[in-house]
């Protein structure tokens, strides 16, 4: 019994020494999980033997163990058992997702593969197929003319005179508008009835038509040749009027019909279809007798006040504006003449006299536009509204008011017609400058590096050069080189040796006559204008302008030089002679997207 009493005894602090060695080993045993998850179930059980030991201080550990066990009880081997469960499940989840991880990598790389492979073999593709099959639009380089032009509007400036009378009548004029006339002359006549002045016209048409054909009848003597003419001129003049009248020019297209009925009847002469015209003369001349019988009385004539050009209309701006204005006319002030304008009431006016063949006319524009404008230079004026397409005006003034954004401008003008004498406001074209070259699409443009020789000062200023070119020394230059150095050497020599052998009282003379030779060059040489140096020219390689031109299947690039853009358009100039710039019909792409010198193409153009 007191066997079983020690032994009993001995018992309760073993059981709370294994007992806290089983709770240090269970936390052990997490710990050493936490950072081996991978170790079985038997080196979790094995762990507690340690704390056991330094619990009981005794060296019997495995006896210790199995006692700890026994006294933990149930309890504690199924803590054992779901500790190691856990452990278990933990060890597989932390496998499971490396190892799926690792395969996701791997088909994240294959698919980046094939869709990189599969864009380069697209993209080589599509330049394999655009290189060889794709087609190139192009447009030939053809010359043609471009104008520069400014839209305005004009007013004409004149020093003119007012003609008037106090009698009252039917005014017919004598002179044809724009006509010029002299101080004194007749240039309108007054009669009592429209009757009177209709006959008097008559009358000026019935002689007219007897003049004309009168002419004609030389026209039997016409030579084949003579005939070719007429039918030549009856073809221009029918050009002629097929332009007027869809242009609406009536009084030109009334003129033109008039000289095509007397070239067909003087065809009709000279063909021998008729004999003449005396018939219808006779006719005429019957009708004139008749008409100057019934209208005896005599029209009142008005005259001129002073020479200069007669315009047979007034429109109120007389005396309103005048060329003394030009010099200090503005804006400003030509507004307030227009608000001042009014048409003419007078019933006494006749019409006018413009004191001289130069006349003026003035527009306004923006000050942006006029800055284009130099004083002094000549222009051409299209005048749309007249019968004369152009005319030529020197650029006088540009006038500026308290409005700076506002410019007048002063054209004078020494050309005057009958059309250009009723001409007062209307649209005017001003054309800037006139352009000439190879018409392209400035879709075409595009640049390349060239190598181009350019002289040697104008290199550190041009920022298009990308390199200079080094210069290639040859040995056959080198050669070249040194004989022509010294060939002219040993001629001079042999000229000093022959003098030499002369007397010296011969010599002398002789170089006397020399230096005075040499001299004379030397003034002669004084006297001659230096000629200027020619630049020393460099091999660069530097941006070029040009296109893009098909020949054959392949895409050369060509120089060109703009001078003129507008509306998608450019004109363009070229070198003669140089096979590096764009020629006369050359095929031109318009559209360098994918281009490049050099290209080789299977497609058609």
Same mark, same amino acid.
């Not at 806290?20 to 081996?36: C, D, V």
């Not at 210790?64 to 499940?89: I, L």
């Not at 059309?419 to 400058?433: F, N």
């Not at 400035?442 to 181009?452: K, L, M, P, Q, Y």
């Given at each position: 019994?007191?066997?079983k009493k020690?032994?009993?005894?001995?018992?309760?602090p073993v059981?709370s020494a294994?007992?806290?060695?089983?709770?240090?080993?269970?936390?052990?045993a997490?710990?050493?999980?936490q950072?081996?998850?991978?170790?079985s179930?038997?080196a979790h059980?094995?762990?507690?033997a340690p704390?056991?030991?330094?619990s009981?201080?005794?060296?019997?550990?495995?006896k210790?163990?199995?006692t700890?066990?026994?006294?933990?009880?149930?309890?504690?081997?199924?803590k054992r058992?779901?500790?190691t469960?856990?452990s278990?499940?933990?060890t597989a989840?932390?496998?499971?997702?490396v190892t %799926?991880?690792?395969?996701?990598?791997?088909?994240?790389?294959?698919?980046?593969v094939?869709?990189v492979a599969a864009l380069?073999?697209?993209?080589?593709?599509?330049?394999?197929?655009?290189s060889y099959?794709?087609?190139?639009d192009?447009?030939?380089?053809l010359?043609? =003319?471009?104008?520069d032009?400014i839209?305005? =509007?004009?007013i004409?400036?004149?020093?003119?005179?007012?003609?008037t009378t106090?009698q009252?009548?039917?005014?017919?004029?004598?002179?044809?508008?724009?006509?010029?006339v002299?101080?004194?002359e007749?240039?309108?006549n007054?009669?009592?009835?429209?009757?009177?002045?209709?006959?008097y #016209?008559?009358l000026q048409?019935?002689?007219?038509?007897?003049?004309?054909?009168?002419?004609?009848s030389?026209?039997?003597?016409?030579s084949?040749g003579?005939i070719?003419?007429?039918?030549?001129? #009856?073809?221009e003049r029918m050009v002629?009027?097929?332009?007027?009248?869809?242009?609406?020019?009536?009084?030109s297209?009334?003129?033109?019909?008039?000289?095509?009925?007397?070239?067909?009847?003087k065809?009709?002469?000279?063909?021998?279809?008729?004999d003449?015209?005396?018939?219808?003369?006779n006719? #005429?001349k019957a009708?004139?007798?008749?008409?100057a019988?019934?209208?005896t009385?005599?029209?009142?004539?008005?005259?001129?006040?002073?020479?200069?050009?007669?315009?047979?209309?007034?429109?109120?701006?007389e005396?309103?504006?005048?060329?003394?204005?030009?010099?200090?006319?503005?804006p400003e002030?030509l507004?307030d003449?227009?608000?001042?304008?009014?048409?003419?009431?007078?019933a006494w006016?006749v019409g006018k006299?413009a004191?001289?063949?130069i006349w003026?006319?003035?527009?306004?524009l923006p000050?942006?536009e006029?800055?284009r404008?130099?004083?002094?230079?000549?222009?051409?004026l !299209?005048?749309?509204w007249?019968? %004369?397409e152009? %005319?030529?005006? !020197?650029?006088?003034y540009?006038?500026i008011?308290?409005?700076?954004?506002?410019m007048?401008?002063?054209?004078?003008c020494s050309y005057?017609?009958?059309e250009?004498?009723?001409?007062?406001?209307?649209?005017?074209?001003?054309e800037l400058a006139?352009y000439?070259?190879?018409?392209?699409?400035e879709?075409?443009f595009?640049?390349n590096i060239? =190598?181009?020789?350019?002289?040697e000062?104008t290199?550190a200023?041009?920022?298009d050069?990308?390199?200079?070119?080094?210069e290639?020394?040859?040995e056959e230059e080198?050669?070249?080189?040194t004989?022509?150095?010294t060939a002219?050497?040993?001629?001079?020599?042999?000229?000093?040796?022959?003098?030499?052998?002369?007397?010296a009282?011969?010599?002398?003379?002789?170089?006397t006559a020399?230096?005075?030779?040499t001299n004379?060059g030397?003034?002669?040489?004084?006297?001659?204008?230096?000629q200027?140096k020619?630049?020393?020219?460099?091999k %660069?390689r530097?941006?070029c302008?040009?296109v893009?031109i098909v020949?054959?299947?392949?895409?050369i690039?060509?120089r060109?030089e703009?001078?003129?853009?507008k509306?998608?358009?450019?004109?363009c100039?070229t070198k003669a002679?140089?096979?590096?710039w764009i020629?006369?019909?050359?095929?031109v792409?318009?559209?360098?997207?994918?281009?490049?010198?050099g290209?080789i193409?299977?497609?058609?153009v």
């Amino acid at each position: 019994m007191a066997e079983k009493k020690k032994s009993g005894g001995a018992k309760k602090p073993v059981k709370s020494a294994k007992s806290g060695a089983s709770k240090s080993s269970a936390k052990t045993a997490g710990k050493k999980y936490q950072s081996e998850p991978t170790r079985s179930r038997t080196a979790h059980a094995g762990r507690t033997a340690p704390g056991a030991e330094r619990s009981a201080g005794t060296g019997k550990t495995t006896k210790t163990t199995k006692t700890a066990a026994a006294a933990k009880g149930t309890g504690s081997a199924k803590k054992r058992t779901d500790f190691t469960g856990a452990s278990k499940r933990k060890t597989a989840d932390p496998k499971k997702k490396v190892t %799926v991880t690792s395969l996701g990598w791997s088909k994240v790389k294959t698919v980046t593969v094939c869709v990189v492979a599969a864009l380069v073999l697209a993209y080589v593709g599509w330049e394999i197929y655009y290189s060889y099959y794709a087609n190139i639009d192009y447009e030939k380089a053809l010359t043609v =003319t471009v104008l520069d032009t400014i839209e305005a =509007t004009g007013i004409a400036v004149r020093d003119e005179s007012v003609v008037t009378t106090e009698q009252t009548g039917v005014l017919v004029s004598t002179v044809h508008n724009g006509g010029k006339v002299s101080k004194g002359e007749t240039v309108a006549n007054i009669f009592r009835s429209s009757d009177a002045a209709q006959a008097y #016209l008559r009358l000026q048409e019935i002689d007219e038509e007897i003049a004309q054909f009168e002419s004609m009848s030389t026209a039997a003597e016409e030579s084949a040749g003579g005939i070719a003419s007429i039918e030549k001129q #009856l073809g221009e003049r029918m050009v002629s009027l097929s332009r007027n009248v869809m242009g609406g020019d009536i009084s030109s297209a009334c003129a033109t019909s008039d000289d095509i009925l007397y070239l067909l009847n003087k065809n009709q002469i000279a063909t021998k279809v008729t004999d003449g015209f005396d018939n219808r003369i006779n006719e #005429l001349k019957a009708e004139r007798d008749q008409l100057a019988a019934q209208y005896t009385a005599q029209p009142t004539g008005l005259t001129s006040p002073r020479s200069g050009y007669y315009i047979n209309s007034v429109d109120g701006y007389e005396t309103l504006l005048s060329t003394d204005m030009l010099p200090t006319l503005t804006p400003e002030m030509l507004d307030d003449v227009r608000q001042r304008w009014s048409e003419p009431v007078n019933a006494w006016t006749v019409g006018k006299i413009a004191d001289d063949y130069i006349w003026n006319i003035v527009c306004e524009l923006p000050a942006k536009e006029a800055e284009r404008f130099t004083i002094g230079k000549k222009y051409t004026l !299209h005048l749309p509204w007249s019968d %004369v397409e152009s %005319v030529d005006a !020197h650029l006088r003034y540009i006038n500026i008011g308290t409005d700076e954004e506002r410019m007048l401008l002063v054209f004078e003008c020494s050309y005057m017609v009958s059309e250009l004498a009723a001409v007062r406001e209307q649209p005017i074209t001003i054309e800037l400058a006139r352009y000439t070259g190879m018409q392209l699409s400035e879709s075409a443009f595009t640049r390349n590096i060239c =190598t181009v020789s350019v002289p040697e000062d104008t290199i550190a200023s041009d920022s298009d050069i990308v390199e200079i070119v080094p210069e290639e020394k040859k040995e056959e230059e080198a050669g070249n080189t040194t004989a022509a150095t010294t060939a002219p050497t040993t001629a001079p020599t042999t000229v000093p040796t022959t003098a030499s052998t002369q007397p010296a009282d011969t010599a002398q003379p002789d170089d006397t006559a020399a230096s005075a030779e040499t001299n004379a060059g030397e003034g002669s040489a004084e006297q001659q204008p230096e000629q200027p140096k020619k630049p020393k020219m460099v091999k %660069v390689r530097k941006w070029c302008d040009g296109v893009y031109i098909v020949w054959g299947n392949e895409v050369i690039f060509k120089r060109v030089e703009v001078i003129y853009r507008k509306d998608g358009k450019m004109i363009c100039t070229t070198k003669a002679g140089d096979n590096s710039w764009i020629k006369l019909y050359d095929q031109v792409a318009t559209d360098t997207r994918g281009l490049y010198d050099g290209k080789i193409f299977g497609g058609t153009v």
